[in-house]
């Protein structure tokens, strides 16, 4: 293979980057990897988002090329097509919801070698999405799955090729989200009182998160452990259906809403637990700047979960909908502040050696620099 000279042109594509776990991660891998060999550009399908801001202000540009949102867009692809061919794409770098338009483009394009990282699949696959996953890999060079157990969903279940599918664990800037004390100026402004405990969470408001298993398991915590506010940070679809859930088990005046936050950094160390309750999981973002912000865990025993917390060891797991084992668990780190010391000391030790950004990085641009060798 031909080496190249000067940098390479690398392009990624998503759907959006509203604020989410995939896009946080595509924002972060943009902004940590090396300018001096990588010119690195972010191609939106449905909208730019609040995120695409951040990517500016660094200097790497977000393009929207919208797509239809009612149907197929037939000439989408060629429109996408075109864009690699003015930006010079040297290598196309897909994230879930783009890989089968995505593919199309790079076909038409015909140069560019192409790859996609998966972050995690639907809790129901859609019917068709399986087949097209299938047809797009026949031309991906590499297959990215975020977590091991996504890699064997991939290749036994989804039956992509086993040669191309390999996993780069997800990595997150351990110098930003660190553990340090709980901002008080925080917990003025979100109304929460100093002696309560705060059982949180950092994620989109939407079905496969199931939220509801977590207001409930709270408000059952709670009958026993009073003193304790529950934290959501991030929006979605179902938070109206929430905060009704909420005011049913009337907890409404424990149980803040605090939407999309620019600030999580700072977040994470208000809370004495971090629980996601989440039905499907790949490598969470999320979770990973929480237990780097030494906030012990608490979550589902799906997805990439069981990757990132060892039962006991650096925080606990349970079934999904168990909202009885739930609010045990919450009950029991609550009232353990040696246990939650214990936890929270493995939880950053675990983050620190094995899911860094710096790591992740590495990984990827060694992928790419198979794929285009340097000069």
């Known amino acids: 293979m031909a080496k190249r000279k000067g940098k390479t042109n690398l392009l990624h594509t998503v759907l959006s980057l509203e604020t989410g776990g995939l896009e946080k991660m595509v924002v972060d891998f943009a902004q940590h990897l090396d300018r001096e060999r990588y010119n690195v550009e972010v191609c939106c399908f449905d909208t730019l988002g609040a995120l695409s801001e951040e990517l500016e202000r660094q200097g790497i540009r977000a393009t929207l090329l919208q797509r239809n949102q009612k149907h197929y867009d037939a000439l989408f692809p060629l429109r996408l097509s075109r864009l690699l061919w003015e930006k010079k794409v040297h290598i196309l770098h897909m994230h879930s919801g783009t890989f089968f338009i995505g593919t199309q483009a790079g076909i038409l394009t015909g140069t560019p070698p192409m790859v996609y990282t998966d972050h995690g699949r639907h809790f129901v696959e859609p019917r068709l999405l399986p087949f097209m996953d299938r047809f797009s890999s ?144 790949g490598t969470s973002i999320s979770l990973l700047e929480a237990m780097a912000s030494g906030v012990v865990p608490l979550v589902t025993n799906v997805g990439g979960n069981p990757s990132l917390v060892q039962d006991g060891h650096n925080g606990l797991l349970v079934a999904p909908k168990d909202v009885a084992a739930m609010a045990q668990a919450i009950c029991f780190l609550v009232s353990g502040a040696e246990v939650r010391r214990r936890l929270s000391a493995s939880a950053v030790q675990t983050v620190q050696e ?21 000069d």
């Open 138 to 281: 026949q031309f991906a060079r590499k297959i990215v799955a975020v977590s091991k157990e996504l890699q064997s969903y991939l290749t036994e279940i989804i039956r992509l090729p086993r040669e191309k599918v390999i996993t780069i664990n997800n990595g997150i800037d351990t110098r930003k989200f660190s553990r340090r004390d709980k901002p008080r100026h925080l917990l003025d402004e979100l109304r929460i009182p100093r002696d309560h405990a705060v059982v949180g969470t950092v994620g989109r408001l939407a079905q496969v998160k199931d939220q509801f298993s977590l207001v409930k398991a709270f408000a059952q915590a709670r009958q026993k452990l009073p003193e304790m506010t529950l934290l959501l940070v991030g929006d979605g679809p179902m938070r109206d259906e929430l905060q009704a859930c909420a005011v049913e088990l009337e907890v409404q005046d424990h149980v803040v809403f605090a939407g999309n936050r620019s600030d999580t950094h700072d977040i994470y160390n208000l809370f004495d637990v971090f629980m996601l309750t989440s039905l499907s999981e």
């Open 354 to 374: 094995n899911y860094s950004i710096d790591r992740m990085i590495r990984e990827y641009q060694g992928m790419y620099e198979e794929l285009i060798p340097p």
